[in-house]
Nanobody, 115 residues
Framework: QVHLVESGGGLVQPGGSLRLSCAAS????????MGWYRQAPGKQRELVAS???????NESDSVRGRFTISRDNAKNTVYLQMNSLKPEDTAVYYC?????????WGQGTQVTVSS
C-alpha cells in the first residue's frame, strides 16, 4: 500500500508560478514512475508529467517549457514547478504512483489561474 499526499496548490494570476509537492509513504519502490495528472471541470483526467528513477521524463505538449517535474528519491517526493501559468491550467492536480499491480492517487490539489 502506498499513500500520496499533495500540497502547494492555490490561486495564482496568469503568468505566475506555483510549486506542487507530493510525498509518498508506504511500500514505495524508487524504480517506479511518479507523476502528475490533472482534471479540469467537464474534462477527462490527463497526464501532465511523469518521471522515473533514472530521470526519464514524459511531459504533455501543453506544459513543455513551462512546467518542470523533479524527484527526490531519498524523500520519496515528486515536485512540479509550474511557471508561466495560464487560465487553461486551472484544474485539480493529482499525484500518481504505479507499481506492477496498482495505481495510486493522491487526494488532489486545486490550482486556479485567474486574474
Amino acid at each position: 500500500q502506498v499513500h500520496l499526499v499533495e500540497s502547494g496548490g492555490g490561486l495564482v494570476q496568469p503568468g505566475g508560478s506555483l510549486r506542487l509537492s507530493c510525498a509518498a509513504s508506504g511500500s514505495v519502490n524508487s524504480i517506479n514512475a511518479m507523476g502528475w495528472y490533472r482534471q479540469a471541470p467537464g474534462k477527462q483526467r490527463e497526464l501532465v508529467a511523469s518521471i522515473t528513477t533514472i530521470y526519464t521524463i514524459n511531459e504533455s505538449d501543453s506544459v513543455r517549457g513551462r512546467f518542470t517535474i523533479s524527484r527526490d528519491n531519498a524523500k520519496n517526493t515528486v515536485y512540479l514547478q509550474m511557471n508561466s501559468l495560464k487560465p487553461e491550467d486551472t484544474a485539480v492536480y493529482y499525484c500518481h504512483y504505479a507499481d506492477s499491480l496498482y495505481d495510486y492517487w493522491g487526494q488532489g490539489t486545486q490550482v486556479t489561474v485567474s486574474s
